[in-house]
């Protein structure tokens, strides 16, 4: 039988005043003083016991932001963990393999996706006879008798398999030390851990962040973990420490660059002269110059490039002056170059010795430009589509220096050559006067 609810009467129920609620207001809170030294209720801002879950139910920024710092530290370490396995294991027989076993279901794929629904349904209704299923005499021998010649004990093989297998493994942290970077897999575990290590120093965990990197360079120095070691070591009051670091990157050499310009011109620091500042401008300018070029006009060239974070992580796999190209454009959208632009008086310092400065081998600096993305006047011929890739998904590098050749003939056009000759001139002289930029 069920139960009906009790009505409460009309007659015996009297109106809540203002004084009921407060009353009752009180009597909770009371209730929650009693339990205030569980884990759910505690003190808020003003004053008042509550629960956590009501003042946290909408985070603040702050807490948002390092929700998403965290998770993002978390997502590298579970793909620095999981390459760190195949690196620890590697089989390069295997590891062929499993790329080649890949590469032909992509293409697989590529073709499936490129065929229409009505060709999809015909090939699906199509059979395929090495999958049909023979019965009585049709049968092969070898699906009948245990016996035959023919017939493969899969388990004795996947043992032999494995033997061998085990027999090819190395360890390649171990046999690999400052070589790494030379095989695929090598760089992709170096590509993690340098996303793990930028997002420790996003995270403000700089010490991690400096562990990891001076770890990582023992691996491979010309990666870039220079760069964030020496970073990690002013961001921990070390500058001791960083003249130790060797920089072997083209980011560790900016670097240096920008700690010894610091160092001499804003902190006058004892021992620090502008020779040796200067010396390490012109190490950083021939591991690149294009990037010194990039200081010194860096609205022109700003204007010019395009699809910069399509070469992300790519000069490291390329050489000569493609590498060059790649590693220029790809420092340009970093968040490096803040320091050289917030550094008082540095770019112009830059632009002083990228104009007039001269090379060990002869010749200035932006003759030296002129050779990489094309001599001034000469067309650089751009292949691909536009979209940064040509043929077969490989990078246009020629489009990326084309952009970097117009940003030449733009700096050229702005009279920034002839106007520093000029102002030599005017120095020497008082009122000299130049024809065409040249000395009279």
């Given at each position: 039988m069920a139960k009906t609810k009790k009505r409460r009467n009309p007659a015996q129920a009297s109106a809540?005043?203002?004084?009921?609620?407060?009353?009752?207001?009180?009597?909770?809170?009371?209730?929650?003083?009693?339990?205030?030294?569980?884990?759910?209720?505690?003190?808020?801002?003003?004053?008042?016991?509550?629960?956590?879950?009501?003042?946290?139910?909408?985070?603040?920024?702050?807490?948002?932001?390092?929700?998403?710092?965290?998770?993002?530290?978390?997502?590298?370490?579970?793909?620095?963990?999981?390459?760190?396995?195949?690196?620890?294991?590697?089989d390069e027989v295997e590891y062929k393999r499993g790329k080649k076993e890949e590469e032909a279901r992509r293409l697989?794929?590529?073709?499936?996706?490129?065929?229409?629904?009505?060709?999809?349904?015909?090939?699906?209704?199509?059979?395929d006879p090495t999958k049909w299923k023979l019965?009585?005499?049709?049968?092969?021998?070898?699906?009948?008798y245990s016996e035959d010649v023919r017939y493969v004990d899969k388990y004795a093989l996947d043992l032999k398999n494995s033997k061998e297998s085990h027999a090819r493994m190395e360890n390649l942290l171990v046999t690999r030390q400052g070589s790494l970077g030379e095989l695929e897999i090598g760089r992709t575990y170096l590509d993690a851990n340098l996303g793990l290590a930028k997002a420790l120093m996003g995270a403000g965990k700089v010490a991690g962040a400096g562990k990891l990197a001076e770890r990582m360079g023992k691996l491979q120095g010309d990666f870039g973990f220079d760069d964030i070691e020496i970073r990690c070591a002013l961001e921990c009051n070390m500058p001791s420490k960083v003249r130790r670091i060797k920089a072997d990157s083209v980011w560790g050499k900016w670097a240096m660059a920008l700690v010894e310009?610091?160092?001499?011109?804003?902190?006058?620091?004892e021992g620090s002269t502008e020779e040796g500042a200067r010396a390490r401008l012109r190490e950083a300018l021939e591991g690149n110059v294009l990037v010194g070029f990039y200081l010194s006009f860096s609205e022109i060239v700003d204007d010019c490039l395009e699809l910069q974070e399509?070469?992300?992580?790519?000069?490291?796999?390329?050489?000569?002056?493609?590498?060059?190209?790649?590693?220029?454009?790809?420092?340009?959208?970093?968040?490096?170059?803040?320091?050289?632009?917030?550094?008082?008086m540095a770019v112009e310092w830059v632009r002083e010795e990228v104009l007039t400065g001269e090379r060990e081998g002869g010749g200035g600096w932006m003759d030296r430009v002129k050779e990489i993305v094309g001599v001034e006047g000469e067309e650089v011929e751009v292949q691909g589509d536009g979209e940064g890739e040509g043929e077969e998904g490989e990078i246009d590098?020629?489009?990326?220096?084309?952009?970097?050749?117009?940003?030449?003939?733009?700096?050229?056009?702005?009279?920034?050559?002839?106007?520093?000759?000029?102002?030599?001139?005017?120095?020497?002289?008082?009122?000299?006067?130049?024809?065409?930029?040249?000395?009279?």
């Open positions: 809540w005043g203002k004084l009921e609620h407060e009353a009752a207001r009180e009597r909770k809170k009371e209730g929650l003083g009693k339990k205030a030294k569980a884990k759910s209720v505690h003190e808020n801002k003003d004053g008042e016991l509550t629960y956590k879950r009501e003042e946290f139910a909408h985070d603040t920024k702050d807490v948002k932001k390092k929700a998403k710092a965290k998770a993002k530290i978390e997502l590298w370490r579970r793909k620095v963990r999981e390459i760190e396995e195949v690196v620890k294991n590697y697989d794929q590529e073709k499936w996706d490129s065929k229409s629904k009505i060709e999809r349904r015909v090939a699906a209704r199509q059979l019965k009585g005499a049709a049968k092969p021998a070898q699906e009948v310009f610091v160092s001499w011109h804003e902190l006058e620091e399509e070469l992300e992580g790519k000069g490291r796999e390329m050489e000569g002056e493609d590498k060059m190209v790649a590693e220029a454009v790809e420092y340009s959208c970093s968040e490096q170059v803040g320091g050289w632009f917030g550094t008082d590098m020629d489009m990326y220096r084309g952009m970097l050749n117009t940003a030449l003939e733009m700096v050229a056009e702005s009279g920034v050559f002839g106007g520093e000759e000029r102002g030599d001139e005017m120095g020497e002289g008082g009122d000299g006067t130049s024809d065409g930029g040249t000395s009279s």
